[in-house]
């Protein structure tokens, strides 16, 4: 069982819950409440990371080894709350990625509010290099999606439709706006990204992001470990509004959201409202 001392979660910002003494541990309704979204039909793009306070996304090559308990609590209750999970397959290879099968009260929560038991998995690869017998396929509660380019080996992706359904993205490459609005016509509008740092920039660059969840870890990497986003090519800044700080011992977890002009919309991606589904 989770120690609330030394794993619990406050709310920071705006305002402590108790400015003075100590303060109570954020419940997981609580925390479900603070990363909820008022309109789940329109189409939201959000993605989970965490960083080290200068800047790396990994230590020793893994991203899970920045994070904690309380950095844990958060990731699982993000998956809890979207409707399809979408990470890149080097990210897949390299954290050991299985199948995304969520806790039993997790499942009846989503139950209760009128979503499936389960999100579903998307795997982002341009090459379609990823094991069919791997238990992310094998042992899926749900099919899961692989997002890729008409151009991938005809080998593989005869073999990966076998366990999946293989979605073309892109002639050459998977382009961001294609595999947004490839799950949208799937009715899979809460989109939840985990990284890594190629497909997050992919989707920086075309401003398709609308929020970010940091986890800050009170660490110092100090190596040559990645960024939390990389693209090709430096873009304009896109500003982004602090929505929630929460504090967990030393780790700050941060809350995002795209600051767009009236004229973009709520998302550069122009698909707003979901698909129907």
């Known amino acids: ?97 299985g199948a995304l099968r969520l806790a039993p009260e997790a499942v009846a929560w989503r139950l209760a509010n009128g979503l499936p038991e389960h999100p579903v998995f998307a795997v982002v690869s341009g090459r379609l290099d990823l094991d069919p017998a791997n238990d992310l396929f094998a042992a899926a509660p749900v099919r899961p999606l692989v997002l ?27 382009e961001a706006l294609r595999l947004v609005a490839a799950l949208v016509e799937r009715g899979l509008s809460q989109i939840h990204c985990e990284g890594g740092p190629t497909l997050l920039g992919t989707l920086v660059a075309a401003d398709l992001l609308d929020e970010l969840c940091l986890t800050t870890s009170p660490t110092l990497e100090g190596g040559v470990g990645p960024r939390i986003s990389h693209a090709a090519a430096s873009i304009p800044l ?33 698909l707003r409202p979901a698909a129907a589904g």
């Open 238 to 270: 896109q500003p982004m509004h602090l929505e929630h700080v929460l504090l967990a011992g030393s780790m700050l977890l941060s809350r995002y959201s795209r600051q767009r002009s009236s004229s973009e919309g709520q998302s550069g991606s122009g």
């Open 1 to 97: 069982m989770e120690n609330p001392v030394t794993h619990g979660i406050i709310s920071l910002y705006p305002t402590a819950r108790h400015p003075a003494g100590a303060p109570d541990a954020l419940t997981d309704a609580e925390l479900l409440s603070a990363y909820s979204v008022a309109d789940r039909s329109a189409t939201l793009v959000r993605a989970n990371v965490v960083a080290s306070l200068d800047g790396s996304a990994t230590a020793s090559g893994l991203s899970g080894a920045l994070g904690a308990p309380s950095d844990k609590r958060v990731f699982d209750l993000l998956r809890q709350l979207c409707d399809v999970v979408i990470v890149g397959a080097g990210t897949v290879r390299s954290e050991g990625y």
């Open 148 to 174: 890729t380019a008409r151009t991938a080996p005809a080998s593989r992706r005869a073999t990966l439709s076998e366990v999946s359904e293989v979605v073309d993205c892109g002639e050459t490459r998977v």
